[in-house]
Every structure is written in C-alpha cells, then in structure tokens.
C-alpha cells in the first residue's frame, strides 16, 4: 500500500516480471488526491510486469513536467485497473514534449469514474498535450469509461495496432484535433 507516488528516474528498467509470485502490486488507494501511483517524467525507462490497482488519480502518469522534454518509455505487460482518472496518461506540457512511448500487451480495465468538478473523468489512456510518437499494441481495454486510447494534437502521430476494446462507457479509440495515426487490426 502506497502513501506517496512512486517517481521513477531517468535510465531504469522496473521488471515486475522477475517477482516471485504473485508478483508486484501497487495499491494507490491510500495516495492523496490528484496523485499517481508511477510518475515517469524522465527519459529511457522499461516498466514491465506490475499491477496497479485502485490508484485515486492516474496509474501511471507519463508527463514532460518543468520544461523538460522526456523519451524512451516502454509499459509492457502491465496489469492496470479501477484508476479513479487514467490509467495510463501521456501527457506534454509548454516547451516540453513526450516522444518515443510504447504501451504494450497491457490490460486496462474499470478506469475512469465520477468525480466532482466535471461528473465523469477519465478513462484507460490520455494522449495529449504535446506527444510525438507513439506505438499501442497488443493491449487489452476492458469496461473502461473512455480512451480506449484517447489520443490528441496535431503533433502527435500514433500507431494503433492488434488492441482488443471492449465493454467502454462512453467512447472507444479517439484520434481528435488534427492528430495523425494508423489504426489497424483492433476489435472492437
């Protein structure tokens, strides 16, 4: 159980896969409101095998923060579920990009839910605000709210491939303003 997002630093691999069963997983119920449970704002970094559960806000929160542009990152194989927000989000900011994501063979489930300021928020996975290039494979999207990925903005061009999507609330794969990409071979 976790009482403060864990920050991940530039050049690290975190494999939940060499665990001894049953594996690594990261309570976020206990975190204070609007935190992630992974917070990636660096660049080259592998997060594989973990289970994420119950995060508040974001499971994994992907994010150019302070005017730093990040790259490299990979979530493979990453069981994320019933995220108050996002599950997975990527996000830029001002003068700081993301480039360079791959989120694969995933399981997204049960994210996004009520919340306050707007009555819905949230959902598997954001892309917006700033992110080049971006790869999602092979993952299954399972009774999400929305952003079966959501992904957002004319610099972005994303490759949406072999995905499963299935049971949403509200909407499933989005490319919205402007944003360019392949979508092929997904079920929906």
């Known amino acids: 159980v976790l009482h403060a997002a864990l920050s991940v630093p530039a050049n690290v691999t975190l494999d939940g896969l060499t665990a001894p069963a049953p594996g690594l997983t990261l309570w976020g119920d206990r975190l204070p409101a609007g935190t992630s449970v992974l917070a990636i704002r660096s660049r080259n970094v592998v997060v594989r095998g973990l ?31 019933n995220s108050g927000d996002g599950g997975i989000d990527v ?28 009555g819905w928020c949230g959902g598997a996975a954001l892309v917006k605000y700033c992110v080049e290039r971006i790869s999602v494979h092979g993952n299954v999207w399972d009774k999400n709210l929305r952003r079966n990925p959501s992904v957002d903005g004319a610099e972005t061009l994303a490759d949406v491939r072999g995905n499963v999507v299935r049971g949403y609330v509200e ?3 989005q490319l919205r303003n402007v944003a360019a990409g392949n979508v092929v071979g997904n079920f929906f």
């Open 91 to 118: 996000t830029g900011s001002t003068g700081a990009r993301v480039r360079d994501v791959t989120l694969s063979w995933n399981y997204l489930a049960a994210n996004g839910g009520p919340c306050a300021s707007k």
């Open 51 to 81: 289970r994420i559960r119950n995060a508040v806000n974001d499971g994994i929160q992907i994010a150019a923060k302070d005017g730093v542009s990040i790259a490299r990152i990979v979530v493979d194989h990453c069981s994320i579920t």
């Open 171 to 173: 909407s499933g794969t």
